[in-house]
């Protein structure tokens, strides 16, 4: 059982940062997981009020429940003695999960439906001579459009999402909740006011009218074309399952998440969708299980594969990194959709011209009528507007100033700007469309974006000497207008936000990737009804309405089938960064096997027996592996396999860095061999073939800075076959990676959000023991607070106390260690002398000394640790 208190404990107590840093626990607040099943009502009461039941979780394929301990400083402690009960398999504390950040680019307005109506240039389905067309780029990219053209639309599939709910009531998504309507099943886990920390309050119904992500994910799979702007769902004829697990605003628990995907599941969905998630790497992690599990039953399972792609490689998000789950990466629109607000504008008194903009933050645009002044004429200026305005200036309160977007933020240009008086500000773009920017500066009433076309001829006029006077329109009350630009920079190549795995272990991630920035869809009624957002959490749907055409034409729902074929038909494509592509594929564990082409997958007659394959590191290299290839069609066909590599990436910049590289890391051209056995042979029809692959890594590279070599088996058939396996491996040791830095951890200070180091031997005054209302010691006292930056991930830390003075002797661990299934990242915790027995450390002084064990190591050996110790500090308690 002790093994079980160390499961417990994980994370327990451990606040962690918002940014590269792993989700945050819910204080006092624990899954457990029942031997056999037993009443949880009866379970809870076993703690004689001491224990709240947080949600039954009794499931056919989960049985246990979460519970809140009320006593919050002494739950691990308690919950130590529960990990103990023969009747308990294991226990974990509640983690918290934010929707993926994705962007929102532009939304509609309450009058989207009457304006639209008469805008006939709308892309989309009505095409030529009245015949129900895709043209809807998404579905371009992805072939979805042939499905629609044959008529194939998802009909009997059932699809789960998992998110914030659906606002049902949207005319493009059917208008109506229950039997015989669009999103026909599902509930509200939570309630509208649930933040991710206060108490759920459950009810039948799941409509979104005030958050919008859901609502934008259901219309990718389902939308109707009852709308003005050629947004068609990808599989219209599915019925949806809405899951509501967000309040308005804040964050999820994996309780919760653990109840919905089992909901989904015994309500007897197909597949199960959910773009949400939180950085990870480890497919050990509890609620990656659950998914993994409901995969291994029979229902596919996709889920977003995170936006941290600035974070660089080995940041795989959870539980798109369990073992099974189909994690799904973004590729980028190859149009830019922008719902603009319009307004007018004349020059030199002439008649009034329209425009488009969209509203930033601040917006009080209404009934600005003002001349535009700018700091610069050049259109080209990277850095426009981002030193302080000259001397000459003039007293910019009666202008709207037109400032180019680019180099430094937003909020410093329009600080530059309210420096001379200005109160409006308009910035056109510097690249394809417009975004929602936020700007909230001193004096500042409204920020927009237009066009840079638009930006530029309103250049051109102010440098002729002419008078330009825009007169503005309130961004959500103004009439919208959908336009398209074409995206020059990124059309169809990974997005830079989609997160790149692998996992610590190895294993391949993400597995596929769909079209998930600027994508066009519905929205709450309430906000606008569209909205173009960008994200991961875009792509995750529209690969699970690929799912449900997929199993229209072959019959099928196994997870394994569908996967291995969407995989083995993907279209992986070159590297792309800041606008420029080198000659290479990109990383798989970037774009995984690529663009997904759903009619191949659909149509493939010629089957592989995976979706990808790992050779492992140097320390467990696993060099040769076998596949099945199988001939389904109804004629002999000859294949052969080649290898087709793809961009090795360096995970260290430099040889001695302990922490990956942001994106893009550096790629070299050097490849994996592979040899094949056989490498050209004949199937029969209906026949199958074990083929053997042995992989040597890529020679010539530094192993110290951990090289990701990765590309694709291509197996070319004379029936016309072109498929590719993705492949992956490390040429260098996983283990040899320092996860924790000598100078890995730190003390700071509990009030600190910077996480400044304290001078050694600083003192802390803390609340005294036991006491009752940290509020009433708030501001005479102060806690020391760890902060530990893992370089990597690490699946155990551990902390000890240790007494400084005298013999150094180790008091006992702090609550929330040892931590399992870390991500690397900064986690902090703060302390109040409590130990994790719930004994208190006497006054003295103390440093922390942190492990954390190497990846790949043996946690039954010290030498396999990485340690830091801190600076000593004074502990005191307030009398
Ligand atoms: C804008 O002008 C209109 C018409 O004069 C008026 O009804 C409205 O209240 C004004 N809005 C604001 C925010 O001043
Ligand atoms: C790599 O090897 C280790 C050690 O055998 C193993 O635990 C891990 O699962 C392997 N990774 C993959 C993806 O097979
Ligand atoms: C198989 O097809 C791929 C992609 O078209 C190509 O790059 C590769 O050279 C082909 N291999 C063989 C052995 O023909
Ligand atoms: C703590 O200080 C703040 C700011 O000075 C004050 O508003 C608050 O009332 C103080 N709280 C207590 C418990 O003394
Ligand atoms: C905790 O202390 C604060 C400040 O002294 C007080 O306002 C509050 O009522 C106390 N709360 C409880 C539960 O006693």
Known sequence: MVRLVAVLLAAAAVARAATTSAPSIVPGAYIVEYEDD????????????????????RFKLFKGASIQFNDIKNSDKIAAKVAELPTIKRIFPVRRYPL?????????????????????????????????????????MTQVNKFRDAGIKGRGVKIAIIDTGTDYLHPALGGCFGKRCLVSYGTDLVGDAFNGANTPEPDADPLDNCNGHGTHVAGIIAASSKNPYGIIGAAQDVTLGSYRVFGCTGDVGNDILIAAYNLAYEAGSDIITASIGGPSG????????????????????????????A?????????????????????????TPALLSTATFSVDGGSTASFGFTGGEPAAWANVSLPLWSVGFDTADPANGCTPYPDSTPDLSGYIVLVRRGSCTFVQKATNAAAKGAKYVIFYNNAAGTTSVSAVVNGILGVAMVTAEQGASWIKSLEAGSKVVAHMTDPLTAPKSLTYFDNTASAGFASGYTSWGPTFEL??????????????????????????????????????AIYALVINVRGTKDPKTIENLLSATAHPNLFRAGGQSPPLLAPVPQQGAGLVQAWDAAHATTLLSVSSLSFNDTDHFNPTQEFDISNTGRRAVTYSLSNVGAATAYTFAAEGDITPDTFPSELTAEFATLSFSPSRFTIQAGRRKIVKVTAAAPAGLNAKRLPVYSGYVAINGTDGTALSLPYLGVAGSMHSAVVLDPAGALVSRARDHDNAPV????????????????????????????????????????????????????????????????????????????????????AGVYRFAVRALRIFGDAAKESEFDRSETVAFGLQYLA
């Open 100 to 140: 993926p950040q994705h962007t929102v680019h532009s939304t509609g307005d309450a009058g989207s439906e009457a304006v639209a109506k008469r805008d006939k240039k709308g892309h989309g389905d009505k095409g030529h001579g009245g015949k129900d067309k895709d043209t809807f780029t998404p579905h371009l």
């Open 38 to 57: 037993q009443d949880s009502a009866a379970f809870v009461n076993t703690f004689g009020g001491q224990a709240s039941l947080r949600k039954d979780l």
């Open 507 to 544: 294993e391949v991630k993400p597995q596929i990737s769909t079209p998930g920035g600027m994508i066009l869809s519905t929205y709450p009624r309430a906000l606008g009804s569209y909205a173009v957002l960008s994200g991961t959490s875009m792509a995750c749907p529209l690969a699970a």
């Open 759 to 842: 001078p050694a031997n600083t003192a802390f005054v803390v609340a005294p023991p036991h006491h009752a209302n940290d509020t009433a010691y708030a501001n005479t006292t102060e806690q020391p607070k760890l902060v530990v930056t893992l370089a990597m991930g690490s699946a155990l830390v551990h902390v000890d106390v240790l007494s400084v003075g005298g013999v150094p002797a180790v008091v006992g661990q702090p609550e929330g260690v040892p931590a399992l299934y870390n991500p690397r990242g900064t986690f902090e915790y703060k302390w109040d002398g409590r130990l994790v027995d719930g004994t208190y450390a006497p």
């Open 282 to 309: 480890w497919s050990e992690d509890p609620w990656a299980t659950v998914v993994s599990r409901i995969v291994e039953n029979g229902v596919p399972c996709v889920v977003s594969a995170g936006n941290d792609g």
């Open 311 to 335: 974070t660089g490689i080995f940041y795989a998000s959870t539980a798109a990194n369990g073992k099974k789950v189909t994690a799904v990466g973004s590729f980028d629109n190859i149009k």
